[in-house]
């Protein structure tokens, strides 16, 4: 890591990958965290979180706020999912991605716009990534997202898993057009260690870095927004409007 300070070649991924270093004026995700958690009341636009899922459900033109929530959730656990697992297949190593030294800005585009204040390499196993993302991101954001907005436990879950799933096949395209089968494996068996955990061993089928998810992340709701490869549905249920996983 220590070679590589600005995270170089994770931004040659791209995409959902890319972690910029930085401390640019913008609120660390600790403190976005923190923020709804410790205020219960109706949610308030000055607040990042709100702010970004609000933005989601206009971009997406969403009949429902807790569409704009889920995908909101599933897009920033993607980015986690994705920087740590990423590193830790290149470098062999992770950067600390505690929730006090990333910034995140609500306003950016999709992918989420991510900065690390510093590059502190840690090991880059699946107990680590677990305890870095898992615990130190998904969980206190699922607790942030429920503490305002009536969004199913399972269905946050399932977003989750499906993430990391899709993260490490991404990984696999890429280690597979670098002609690096070693890398793919390497993503893979960290995937289904880390998809080993009671929060997220139930939420769907792997087979390899396919995915097959019990949960729906409510897309097919979006206007036109049909249903995901990994989704639990093989078509929207518009004869059920009603009929949500979560």
Request: proline share 7%.
């Amino acid at each position: 890591m220590n070679p590589d300070p600005d995270l170089r070649r994770l931004a040659a991924l791209e995409g959902f990958f890319t972690l910029r270093t930085g401390r640019p004026p913008l609120p660390t995700l600790a403190e976005v965290y923190a923020e709804v958690c410790a205020e219960r009341s109706v949610p308030d636009e000055r607040d990042p979180l709100t702010f970004r899922i609000r933005k989601v459900v206009r971009s997406l033109n969403a009949p429902e706020v807790r569409i704009g929530v889920s995908v909101a959730q599933q897009g920033l656990a993607a980015r986690l999912w994705s920087v740590a697992l990423g590193a830790a297949v290149l470098y062999g190593q992770v950067p600390d991605l505690d929730p006090r030294l990333l910034r995140w800005d609500a306003d950016g585009s999709a992918p989420d716009d991510l900065w690390l204040s510093g590059v502190r390499a840690l090991p880059g196993d699946a107990a680590t990534i677990r305890r870095l993302v898992h615990h130190g991101h998904l969980r206190p954001l699922a607790a942030a997202l429920r503490a305002r907005h009536p969004v199913a436990e399972g269905l946050l879950w399932g977003n989750a898993a499906s993430a990391l799933a899709g993260a490490a096949r991404q990984l696999g395209r890429w280690a597979a057009a670098h002609h690096r089968a070693d890398l793919a494996d390497r993503a893979r068996a960290l995937a289904a260690e880390l998809l080993d955990h009671p929060d997220l061993r139930n939420t769907g089928t792997l087979d390899g870095t396919d995915f097959r998810r019990r949960s729906c992340c409510l897309f097919y709701r979006v206007p036109g927004g049909g249903v995901c490869g990994d989704c639990c549905f093989t078509r929207a249920p518009w004869s059920s409007p009603t009929a949500t996983s979560g």
